[in-house]
């Protein structure tokens, strides 16, 4: 049973990380908006075409 | 879809003009309506965000060609009141109102990131709202918000920006709250559990002991940070000597945990912590449903920064313009308000004449002349010419803010329904802490040490949980299952009113009818032939943006017109393939005397006269059988003229029709409706409507109404089709059937758990899983709302 010793403490030290984890992506608006983001993945590649020229922002 | 691209401008989708813009895109040529799509497109292509006119599910909005002037955003004033300080820089808040969907909003966020200067920014199609931060140093606020406005939209000051940020952090601090209860309610469980799979008392006193120290540090924030509101709630009660759900939930969960705390403590037989976490967090997520739908839906509608402009142009003394906030406008002061655009304040007009349209304020449906000196109103629409106006009276002075009041006195009014329901809740918590405390006594007589344990079973089974679930859950549900019919709930209980109408009063502008007028009768005289009058009329009408215009809108026709020529209140003129035309009233076209209708002429002669009438909504027939199938009785109120009401009555089949209604005459129908004992229901769309709809026992706006009225209305429709209202009653019926189901679950429940919990027969573990199976239950009957209405949705 000592076993228990270890892993209890390390289930509340998990749960403190996701507790963390979750604080910080609220604080940090990621549960703002849910439909914008979405809408990235949708992106398609830029073509090989001149206008690739000013795609630097991402 | 091609198709359309050629009747449609590419960018907004507006009907094409007879002389459309052409540019390449990606080497084919677009059409667009005006330049000021055309660069909009042009600019969104270039910076290689093309991927917006294949996201976006709407059209966008129309960019103007003119480039608004800005230059009042950088005033210090109006940077002092609405920005706050961020890094490097200034951040502010802006409404927009052209933006329509996800695709929108990406749009202005890659735009904005790629403005120099700007730091940071975030769209929020859901709520019109974009946060943007700059750096002063290195750009104007103008200069971003003209990115913004190229690309079609146009910003306008939210409303204070401490009660903006309060709102996001109200929401993230809400959202923590039950993130932090899910994490570790779940946790507590799993830890609790352990001390329940232990049937024969295997365990030893200190792994025991380990388990419960380490439930108590998991369940610690569950009920203290994550049941705060409970807490505070239930605080406050007291303090008003108030006995709600709150001060049950926060006593039960303090008197579970403090106890359980004392048990690990000292060594008891017995923790209740489980029970204490997952009621923290079954609540808690009960709650932030409810709260999530009323938000969705009120932020879409939240449109009262529009009804009034922000920025206003006030002319100096030398003649010279200059853009002011509106706070910086004075009495006595001129302003100018150009075409189209709202009055700032209210003022008596310095031209001759001019055209407003009032529809907002007095329900009138037509642009009304004014001649100089008369009075013109905050918040009415300059039409057809630009207008002069001495400022007599600003902010609260105005007539708007006064129809503001009278809608804030009338909600006062409301019959506090929300005060029963917390009343009968008191009872039901005195009663069910008035039992604990008896059978706490009881037991102590009987077997002393089981009482607290048996006391707190009762306190926990008998929790009103599944009770105060049943309405929000059913609320929620049904506030989703309306949301995608294009109903939004605006404001809580409006549903369960909704159920109860007997009583529906009708407004006729913008309501029953559509907001501008449909083309009943040609005539065509002098060997003119219909089809052409129809076509010259709309060339001329086409763009001058007058309400007339929309009757032609159907007439496909591209004759250029040249030298087009706006006279105010009498009509236009333009030459068409080298004639010169009238169309307007019959003096002025066709120099006969005023029929009211409109006239195509010459200025001398006459060649067509057109009957125009208010356009019925299509759907309004079928609407009115809708209302009478599901019993309800439909009364007419409008404030237009007895014939017009009166042939809208005859049409429809309503008895009860009322012309020349104020809004102080219709807030007397409704009373009077009231006093006979109904449930009135009104559906308006005009500001003038605010009052009434305010007063009724529940009211629906039109979307494309008035932000006022749509303030005042508990329930809005967000686009203007009438069978809504019918579909809306008939899920506010089932709502409230599931909501009683709901309520019998929870009643039958209580009579069962009760006399167990008070026998003895129920641990407090096994109590918090009976009020978490028993709310389980109450939510998924309340989901069978969203699943129902979505299958009659299905033709």
């Known amino acids: 049973m000592t076993i228990l010793l270890m892993l209890i403490p390390l289930s509340v030290v998990l749960l403190a990380v996701s507790i963390g984890a979750f604080v910080w992506a609220v604080r940090k608006g990621q549960f703002d908006d849910l439909d914008t983001p979405a809408l990235d993945i949708l992106r398609d590649d830029p073509p090989a075409t001149p206008t690739e020229a000013d795609d630097d922002a991402r | ?795």
């Open chain 2, 1 to 795: 879809m091609d198709q359309r691209v050629v009747h449609s401008c590419y960018h907004c989708g507006a009907r094409l003009p007879p002389s459309p813009v052409f540019v390449a895109l990606d080497g084919r040529p677009q059409p667009f309506c005006c330049h000021g799509c055309a660069t909009a497109a042009q600019w969104i292509r270039d910076a290689d965000l093309g991927d917006y006119y294949r996201l976006r599910s709407d059209p966008g909005a129309r960019v103007d060609a003119e480039a608004a002037d800005l230059g009042a955003w950088d005033g210090k004033e109006l940077l002092a009141e609405h920005t706050v300080p961020v890094d490097g820089g200034c951040e502010i808040t802006v409404l927009t109102d052209g933006m329509r969907c996800a695709a929108c909003a990406w749009l202005v966020d890659r735009a904005l990131e790629r403005t120099p200067g700007v730091l940071d920014a975030g769209a929020n199609a859901v709520t019109g709202r974009i946060r943007i931060a700059w750096d002063p140093a290195r750009t104007r606020l103008s200069a971003v918000l003209g990115q913004l406005s190229m690309l079609g939209y146009r910003p306008y000051l939210a409303g204070d920006p401490a009660a903006e940020r309060q709102r996001v952090a109200d929401r993230r601090q809400w959202l923590l709250r039950l993130g932090v209860a899910g994490l570790a309610a779940m946790q507590t469980m799993m830890l609790s559990e352990a001390s329940y799979l232990d049937f024969g008392h295997h365990m030893s006193v200190p792994t025991r002991d380990l388990f419960r120290w380490f439930t108590l540090l998991v369940c610690t924030p569950v009920v203290f940070y994550s049941g705060w509101p409970f807490i505070e709630g239930a605080w406050n009660g007291l303090k008003r000597r108030h006995l709600g759900m709150d001060v049950l939930v926060a006593g039960s969960t303090l008197l579970a945990y403090f106890a359980s705390a004392v048990a690990t403590v000292r060594g008891g037989p017995h923790v209740w912590f489980d029970a204490a976490a997952m009621f923290v967090f079954l609540l808690l997520l009960a709650r932030l449903l409810e709260q999530r739908a009323r938000r969705i839906a009120s932020a879409q509608v939240d449109t009262l920064a529009r009804a009034r402009p922000v920025l206003a142009v006030r002319e100096r003394a030398d003649g010279a313009r200059e853009s002011v906030p509106l706070s910086a406008l004075r009495v006595g002061d001129i302003a100018c308000v150009a075409v189209g655009e709202a009055v700032p304040a209210d003022g008596e007009l310095l031209d001759p004449q001019a055209l407003f349209e009032e529809a907002l304020l007095t329900g009138e449906s037509h642009p009304v002349t004014k001649r100089s000196g008369d009075p013109v109103y905050a918040g009415t629409h300059c039409r057809e010419t630009p207008a002069r106006l001495r400022i007599t009276g600003i902010g609260t002075a105005t007539r708007l803010s006064q129809l503001t009041r009278l809608v804030e006195q009338a909600q006062a009014q409301r019959p506090p329904l929300a005060q029963l329901a917390d009343r009968i809740g008191a009872v039901f918590v005195g009663g069910v802490l008035l039992a604990a405390l008896a059978v706490y006594q009881g037991w102590r007589l009987v077997e002393p040490e089981r009482a607290f344990e048996v006391a707190l079973s009762l306190l926990v089974v008998s929790c009103p949980c599944a009770l105060s679930l049943a309405v929000p859950a059913a609320l929620a549900a049904a506030s989703g299952a309306l949301a995608r019919r294009g109903i939004l709930p605006v404001r809580a209980g409006a549903l369960d009113r909704l159920a109860r109408v007997t009583d529906l009063v009708f407004d006729k502008t913008g309501t029953l009818t559509r907001v501008h007028p449909v083309l009943e009768a040609v005539e065509a005289f002098d060997g003119m032939d219909e089809a052409r009058a129809c076509a010259l009329a709309a060339a001329l009408e086409r763009d001058s943006g007058h309400p007339i215009a929309a009757a032609f809108a159907g007439e496909e026709e591209h004759l250029a017109v040249e030298s087009l020529q706006l006279v105010a209140g009498q009509g236009l003129a333009g030459r068409i393939e080298g004639v010169d035309w009238r169309l307007g009233l019959a003096p002025f076209a066709a120099g006969r005397a005023d029929d009211g209708q409109v006239w195509l002429g010459d200025g001398t002669r006459a060649f067509a006269r057109f009957t125009m009438r208010e356009g019925l909504r299509a759907d309004a027939a079928d609407t009115l059988r809708a209302l009478r199938a599901l019993g309800l009785t439909v009364h007419l109120a409008s404030g237009d003229g007895a014939a017009a009401v009166e042939r809208m009555a005859a049409i429809l089949g309503i008895d009860d029709a009322r012309a020349r209604q104020r809004p102080e005459d219709k807030l007397a129908l409704v009373h009077e409706l009231q006093a006979r004992g109904r449930t009135v229901a009104m559906v308006g769309d005009g500001l003038n409507d605010a009052p009434v709809l305010a007063g009724a026992d529940v009211s629906l706006a039109m979307g494309e109404g008035a932000a006022l009225a749509q303030r005042a209305a508990d329930l809005v429709l967000t686009a203007p089709e009438l069978m809504r209202v019918p579909a809306a009653i008939a899920l506010a019926r089932r709502t409230r059937r599931i909501i009683r189901e709901n309520f019998a679950w929870a009643v039958g429940y209580n009579l069962i758990a009760l006399p167990l919990a008070a026998m003895g027969r129920v641990t407090p573990g096994w109590a918090a899983l009976g009020m978490a199976l028993s709310s389980l239950v109450v939510t998924l009957n309340a989901l069978r709302l969203m699943r129902r209405s979505r299958e009659e949705h299905r033709p």
